[in-house]
């Protein structure tokens, strides 16, 4: 069989709101080329399961992750494949699913991939694993903040945790119910649904939340859409660990007041989060919007953090569950707004991370005891890091797993993106999975297709063993 | 990326639905695949629908009560019990029960009643189209590879010693008692309250103290009243057990030999953070805890049945109720399962009991290094067993039942 070509590969991320499709895998990796929204229409004739891509009464195929109408989602698999695919061509298709998809509607996909779009490659991986790809880790969390829901899903070796994932019925529409809630004791008056989504994609609105320590370059990865010009570098870390993270916010906010006084007269010259309203353009209007623009995330944040903390107990190894805390893959487009991922960690590390006093017992010894504080193996000469000492900011070694420690997490971090991807690095929280997919679909699709290790399906052993040949590959 | 399952002949082709209902865990998955898809808390919240399942039962809810419907290891509540299989196979594997037969695990010990329940509520109820009846320990022997051995399997509510020859129980032979992971929640819990530390759950958290010396009093700590939140005292036993069961994992262990003070002392401490940020350091009390597994009359901080006995104690007094000559086969044999067998030094320590007790036999262990492999031993084995090729004559066809009624389960399922 021929070598599958990279300009054959077609990638399909399928959302609940949107879908990035891409056709060919370009020589450098670039964000999906096409996004279109995940709309199909009824036909106008009305008969049942008869659709059309262009008019009649819009169907959703896909609600909180789930696939609500399998017909109208193979419709829209089938219009993306014409659109994309010429004719004649024999394309390989990577087709990103999501742990609420059933097992009966993934062979059904499968046969009607074969059967209807004749297509001659075919495989879907779970948009998590997908997702883990760009980050490049073997062990992560992947928190996936969707419109209604977040999937919480520990991976673990490459393999997704499918039993151990935790679905939380919070995301971006809870951020943005929120804010209609508190806007009506706002200056702003009552806002409606679309005001208040607007408000929240605007820029305006930002997670600045006094007690923790946002604004921060603590958490690993330097965020370049949200880093602070004025602030200069500070040690977060050792100002959490000295509990001192109030004192330093307030002093901080002092001296750029200062600075402001000094250097700046109009308010509006100010950042965003040090002035007291700010203005929403919305359809040709200017709404002025007080302290609502700060608040609202709560209720998402602590919801994933209570899902964090039940995702990672399911975890079976407890090192496994240090690498996870230590390679968090934050992603959805809700995290685009400023400091809400930093809000999301700051609370996880309050909630979880281990930060006491007591360090003389879990300094490994080389004396031979037969106790589990004893430094085993490879693991020998790694020795814990000690809260308190101003060692806690430093990443712990690669690999390393916490022997004499049985409690965890005593770190954690966001994963940082592969280096690799210089089209990637002005990239946006919420494109990073399809980067994950193209990394995926060049290894995948990448191997020889007589290997028996295969990790995607072929029309000739579709042809032998019908649709349950996609458990070969997935699940 | 998974790698292709081994092609094995036939039996995975019907995809069996395996399940496992234990005490705490409720594990459900395809038979022919290595773990459960579906692992869901047996614990529900009573409420009209019921709220079922990891990802609801722990918001905290004003007045709301925690039920779990099992009891002395198998199904007391049937309502609540088919409410949280049919959670665990329709909404988390996403099948129905109608298109699948149905294989189940159960406890050696479970009553002709009981069995005859199961398979009318299998067929009636649950509409499967074929449905097996298989014992934990025949699962779990399995799972290990081996049609005989003696399994030790040392559950949440219970802890159990079976023999299994040939795949078959020696139900003569088997023992089970009250000693497993609940039981170890107790003596922390009683062990902690002995020190006057309140063991405050997440979930009353708001803020928890930090750079706490140990012992040193979490005042610093914001936290919630329970009964502001109207919580009820099984719902905070459901958020407590999260936070005692961490405690287990990372610092309970066995001693290899019978506990002496002076042995412990000479051990690290091993320090414990609790959800408020109040931390301690765990001395001799990592011991003692789980000693009681192996010495209940002597370490158990709450009251024991007067027979009840430890863990290398129950294989010992299994492997001697049995024939002479099985003997040296089970000792040689021993598979050691489920999810509290994984606190720390366990199985050396049945092992170096039983090198004491059976003197004249050969003793040998089999015990999953992989801890999913040994919380899930039944499930696997399950999983095995019905993915067979030679077991298809062995399922209860739904004309099977409708002709023989629900008695046929004691000729089929032995």
């Not at chain 1, 409690?407 to 971090?413: F, H």
């Not at chain 2, 990802?55 to 004003?62: A, F, K, L, Q, W």
């Not at chain 2, 399922?395 to 008695?407: D, F, L, M, P, V």
């Amino acid at each position: 069989m021929a070598p599958i070509h990279d300009k054959d590969v077609l990638i399909i991320f399928p959302g609940s709101e949107v879908t990035h499709v891409q056709y060919g895998l370009p020589e450098s990796f670039t964000p999906p080329s096409v996004t279109i929204p995940s709309v199909i229409y009824k036909h106008p004739d009305g008969a049942e399961n008869h659709f059309s891509a262009v008019e009649g009464t819009p169907v959703s195929p896909i609600v909180a992750g789930k696939i609500v109408d399998l017909p109208a989602f193979c419709y829209l698999l089938r219009v993306i494949i014409k659109t994309f695919v010429p004719i004649g061509a024999s394309p390989a298709v990577l087709l990103a699913s999501s742990i609420h998809w059933t097992p009966l509607q993934i062979e059904r996909i499968t046969q009607f991939v074969f059967q209807t779009c004749h297509v001659p490659y075919f495989t879907i991986e779970l948009s998590s694993l997908l997702t883990t790809c760009a980050y490049n880790c073997q062990t992560s969390l992947v928190i996936e903040v969707g419109k209604e829901k977040t999937d919480i899903t520990p991976i673990i070796d490459w393999v997704p945790g499918s039993s151990m994932a935790v679905t939380v019925e919070a995301g971006g529409d809870t951020v943005t119910q929120s804010i209609i809630d508190a806007s009506s004791s706002d200056i702003s008056g009552p806002l409606s649904w679309d005001q208040a989504t607007a408000l929240k994609k605007s820029g305006i609105y930002e997670v600045f939340n006094k007690d923790s320590d946002s604004y921060s370059r603590f958490f690993g990865e330097a965020d370049t859409t949200n880093k602070e010009s004025d602030a200069g570098e500070f040690d977060v870390a050792k100002i959490v660990v000295d509990g001192k993270a109030q004192e330093f916010v307030a002093s901080h906010e002092k001296t750029k007041a200062e600075d402001g006084e000094e250097g700046q007269n109009s308010e509006s010259d100010l950042p965003n989060h040090e002035r007291d309203t700010n203005f929403l353009e919305y359809d040709g209007m200017k709404i002025e919007v007080g302290s609502l623009r700060f608040q609202g995330t709560e209720d998402l944040v602590n919801k994933i953090v209570d899902g964090v903390g039940i995702a990672v107990s399911h975890i079976d190894s407890i090192p496994a569950r240090q690498d996870c805390w230590s390679n968090i893959c934050l992603v959805g487009r809700t995290l685009t707004i400023p400091g809400l991922k930093e809000s999301i960690m700051a609370a996880l590390h309050a909630r979880y991370n281990i930060v006491r006093s007591s360090t003389m017992s879990e300094i490994p010894t080389n004396i031979n005891t037969p106790g589990n504080q004893t430094p085993t193996g490879s693991g020998s000469g790694a020795a814990t890091p000690i809260p308190g000492s101003g060692a806690s900011g430093t990443p712990a070694p690669e690999g390393y797993h916490d022997i004499g420690h049985g409690q965890v997490p005593t770190y954690m971090r966001l994963a940082k993106i592969s280096e690799h991807f210089p089209e990637w690095k002005n990239y946006k929280i919420e494109d990073t999975p399809f980067l994950g997919a193209q990394i995926a679909a060049k290894v995948i699709f990448g191997a020889a297709p007589t290997a028996s290790d295969s990790l995607y399906v072929t029309r000739y052993s579709y042809n032998i063993s019908g649709p349950r040949t996609i458990w070969d590959v997935y699940g | 990326m998974s790698s292709p399952a081994p092609a094995v002949y036939g039996g995975d082709e019907i995809s069996a639905i395996v399940l496992d209902p234990g005490s705490q865990w409720t594990r459900a998955g395809f038979a022919g695949e290595d773990s459960p898809k579906a692992v869901v808390p047996t614990d529900y919240i009573v409420h009209d629908p019921p709220f079922i399942g990891d990802d609801y039962i722990h918001v905290p809810r004003s007045g709301a009560e925690v039920a779990n419907p099992m009891a002395d290891g198998f199904v007391s509540d049937w309502d609540g019990a088919v409410k949280i299989w049919d959670y665990a196979v329709t909404k988390k594997l996403g099948v129905s029960f109608s298109d699948h037969p149905l294989l189940m695990t159960e406890p050696a010990w479970t009553s002709t009643a009981d069995r005859k329940k199961a398979v009318e509520i299998a067929f009636e109820e649950l509409q499967v189209p074929a449905f097996y009846l298989a014992r934990s320990s025949v699962c779990a022997c399995f799972a290990a590879g081996k049609a005989t051995a003696l399994v030790l399997d040392v559950g949440h509510k219970q802890m159990s010693a079976t023999p299994v020859y040939d795949g078959l129980i020696l139900k003569k032979s088997s023992f089970h008692n009250g000693l497993g992971g609940d039981f170890l929640s107790k003596q922390i819990a009683a062990k902690l309250a002995a020190q006057d530390i309140t063991v405050t759950p997440y979930c009353l958290v708001s803020r928890k103290a930090v750079q706490l010396d140990p012992f040193q009093a979490a005042d610093s700590a914001v936290v919630k009243s329970a009964a502001d939140l109207g919580l009820t005292e099984s719902f905070l036993n459901l958020e407590k057990e999260r936070v005692i069961h961490e405690f287990k994992e990372s610092v309970c262990q066995v001693m290899e030999v019978p506990y002496n003070e002076g042995g412990a002392e000479t051990r690290p401490p091993r320090p414990f953070e609790f959800p408020d940020g109040y931390n301690i350091n765990v001395t001799t009390d990592r011991f003692t805890t789980s000693e009681a597994l192996f010495n209940p009359k002597g370490y158990s901080a709450i009251d024991v049945p007067k027979d009840t006995v430890g863990a290398a104690k129950m294989v010992y007094d299994s492997i001697m109720s049995c024939d002479v000559d099985a003997r040296a086969n089970l000792a040689y044999n021993i598979v050691i399962t489920g999810g509290t067998s994984l606190v720390q030094g366990f199985t050396e320590r049945v092992q170096q009991e039983l090198f004491g007790l059976l003197p004249g036999l050969k003793v040998r262990i089999y015990a999953a290094g992989n801890s999913s492999e040994r919380k899930y031993g039944g499930w696997i084995g399950g999983s095995v067993l019905s993915s067979l090729g030679t077991f298809h004559q062995m399922w209860i066809s739904k004309k099977e039942y409708e002709e023989a009624g629900s008695s046929i389960v004691e000729k089929r399922c032995k």
